[in-house]
């Protein structure tokens, strides 16, 4: 591995422009009142190990005496007060404190000392004995503890001014009653004069931890901290300034370039990034040694952080790659089943904007390597039959046992799933390419953002399915009625329909381009902004749907009875409509140019804004019947013999 990948140890270096805040607290040991406990509050990774060093750094040397402890190292021990102790006098060299800190131990359970600081049982109940004996008489251990505390405080500072700095870091970590152990000694025998304490939480985890602790008993966790924390402190977001600082050391010289991507698309915490940047070095440097045609790191960069922060996006992505593609190279304001995935996240939006990717196949070489295309999303035909039986229990039971089938998101190729009750399934988002559902109960299901190009399906009856933004591409549908589906933005293009009905559905948006319709019935439905380019209608039947903003060119619509059809700001340009029923049919705005009208019926045809110029076998009678105005486009000719008869 040539490039160098970062630990996760706190670091002395300040590079999140952090130094101010430590400045500001190093002064404040030395001029706030004691004993004082600030609360340096963030979640995991923020940066509070890193502000505590920073901070300890930036202390007066000859005027405090900085102590460090960690109680995770030490959850597992009787008492993290005595691993304090211990700490305490080994980092200030106090062996003169030993007898009073087997004292301390009595007081609070010796098995801690005699595990860490080889003392043996006997050893400290002598000197315990002898302690009492000689300075504390008969008084009560545990009532004195604070004032054993405070001598030890007086043994760190020896007859000076200095002030003892605590930094306790990594309390969150540890178990509720540790935390609790530490938190009620700080608030009952560590509050002393000269001290300084750094509590470095996750202030949310500390409640969690409280609550826990006292469930039994009502009480407000952000209270009791209160009362023992007298200054707490958020630690700041990381800004996107902060964040160009940190990351440019960690990134090798060839990944600068994916600077600027990391900085839009990662979250401010430090160890986050760090860990990303572990990754993204790690992948490049097998992407570079498995030769990944064109190689871009900016795209490996993407990849990544798609499988680190939007895991449902790259779940599809890797099972069906061609989204992706067609999501980065679509029209501008043209709709994407990504776009309810990625609402509100605008940052993943403008990166994939900016993304360049040649293909298909150079993408899968990028997903691969991440190991995005894993065989956790392929589905085996047990498992499969195992999902299909809870299903069929659930069905058979009304919901009461049994489970609806989810098989979202997973790649089911060439399969063979005829005869079978899917009612109410999720398919959502998986890749069905090529299986065949002739015979099945589809009615309910969601088959959202579906890849099933080249299925079959065959004498299927379909009832309130969503099959919104799928992928019927070269698919054969024979013999099926669909009722109340919804099938907007969905692709048609290629496929063969025959005698096949479509009842009360929303096909809003869909395209049928090089479709091939046969014995159809389109009832009642909704086809605003279809794209029905070069298809033909000869052998359908279209009975009060609304083709609105439809695209009709180059198409075949010959004798159909379209009369009082709404094909308002349509295309159909090139359209053949010959010997159709136009009767009340409403066309303005709408492009009829180079059309085919011979034979139609045309009166109240409404012609508002329409472009009929070129239009085949069209006469003066036939526009006469129609409603046309000076917005009607005509041929120059026409509208010469329009105005001579006074029209």
Not at 365 to 382: A, F, M, P
Request: proline residues 3%.
């Amino acid at each position: 591995m040539k490039q160098k990948v970062h630990n996760d140890e706190p670091s002395e270096q300040d590079s999140l422009n952090r130094e101010k805040y430590a400045k500001a607290f190093a002064n404040l040991t030395l001029n706030c009142e004691t004993p004082m406990v600030v609360g340096l509050y963030g979640s995991w990774g923020t940066g509070k190990s890193t502000l505590m060093k920073l901070i300890q750094g930036s202390l007066d040397q000859t005027k405090t005496i900085p102590i460090w402890f960690d109680p995770w190292q030490h959850q597992f021990d009787d008492n993290p007060t005595l691993a304090l102790v211990h700490t305490i006098i080994e980092q200030c060299n106090l062996k003169d404190s030993k007898k009073l800190a087997t004292v301390i131990a009595s007081a609070l359970g010796y098995s801690f000392l005699k595990t860490v600081s080889n003392i043996s049982v006997k050893d400290i109940e002598h000197f315990a004995k002898k302690y009492e004996e000689d300075n504390f008489l008969l008084r009560e251990e545990r009532v004195k503890l604070k004032d054993y505390f405070a001598e030890l405080i007086t043994n760190i500072v020896k007859g000076t001014d200095k002030r003892v700095v605590f930094f306790i870091d990594d309390l969150d970590r540890c178990m509720p009653e540790q935390v609790m152990k530490l938190l009620e000694s700080l608030k009952l025998f560590l509050n002393l004069p000269n001290c300084v304490y750094f509590l470095a939480v996750d202030h949310d985890a500390i409640e969690q931890s409280i609550e826990y602790y006292y469930k039994s008993i009502d009480i407000r966790e952000r209270n009791y901290l209160d009362k023992i924390v007298q200054l707490p402190f958020n630690i700041p977001p990381v800004f996107n300034d902060s964040i160009n600082d940190y990351i440019t050391p960690l990134l090798p010289n060839d990944l600068i370039g994916c600077r600027d991507i990391l900085i839009e698309g990662l979250s401010g915490n430090p160890r986050e990034l760090k860990r990303f940047i572990n990754t993204l070095i790690f992948n490049h440097e097998l992407s570079k040694e498995s030769r990944i045609e064109e190689y871009d790191p900016k795209v490996l960069s993407v990849i990544l952080l798609i499988q680190s922060s939007e895991k449902d996006l790259y779940k599809i992505v890797s099972n069906n790659p061609s989204t992706l593609i067609e999501y980065i190279n679509r029209e501008e304001g043209v709709s994407h089943g990504f776009d309810q995935i990625l609402t509100e996240k605008d940052k993943i939006k403008r990166i994939l904007a900016s993304l360049k990717i040649p293909d298909e196949r150079i993408l899968g070489q990028y997903l691969y390597q991440t190991r995005l295309l894993s065989t956790e999303s392929d589905i085996g035909n047990v498992q499969l039959e195992s999902v299909l039986s809870r299903h069929r229990l659930w069905l058979e039971s009304n919901g009461d046992n049994g489970e609806i089938a989810n098989v979202s998101a997973i790649s089911i190729v060439n399969t063979n799933l005829t005869n079978i009750n899917f009612s109410h399934a999720i398919f959502e988002w998986s890749v069905l390419t090529g299986t065949d559902f002739s015979y099945s109960n589809l009615s309910s299901v969601n088959f959202r953002n579906v890849d099933a190009s080249s299925c079959k399906f065959k004498k299927v009856d379909v009832v309130n399915a969503d099959f919104e933004n799928c992928k019927f591409k070269s698919a054969s549908i024979n013999s099926c009625k669909f009722s109340n589906s919804v099938f907007s933005g969905s692709n048609f293009s290629d496929s063969q329909l025959n005698d096949t009905v479509f009842l009360d559905c929303d096909f809003r948006n869909t395209k049928f381009v090089d479709a091939k319709m046969k014995e159809c019935e389109l009832k009642n439905s909704s086809f605003v902004g279809a794209n029905f380019n070069s298809m033909n209608f000869d052998e359908a039947h279209l009975d009060s749907c609304n083709f609105s903003r439809a695209n009709f060119s180059n198409s075949k619509l010959c004798a159909k009875d379209l009369s009082d059809t709404n094909f308002s700001h349509a295309i159909l340009f090139n359209c053949d409509l010959s010997r159709s029923n136009l009767s009340g049919a409403d066309f303005s705005h709408s492009n009829l140019s180079e059309a085919n009208l011979t034979g139609c019926d045309m009166s109240g045809t409404v012609l508002f804004g329409t472009d009929v110029r070129n239009v085949k076998g069209l006469t003066i009678e036939m526009i006469e019947s129609a409603l046309h105005d000076e917005s009607t486009l005509f041929d120059p000719y026409i509208r010469d013999k329009l105005v001579h008869e006074n029209w």
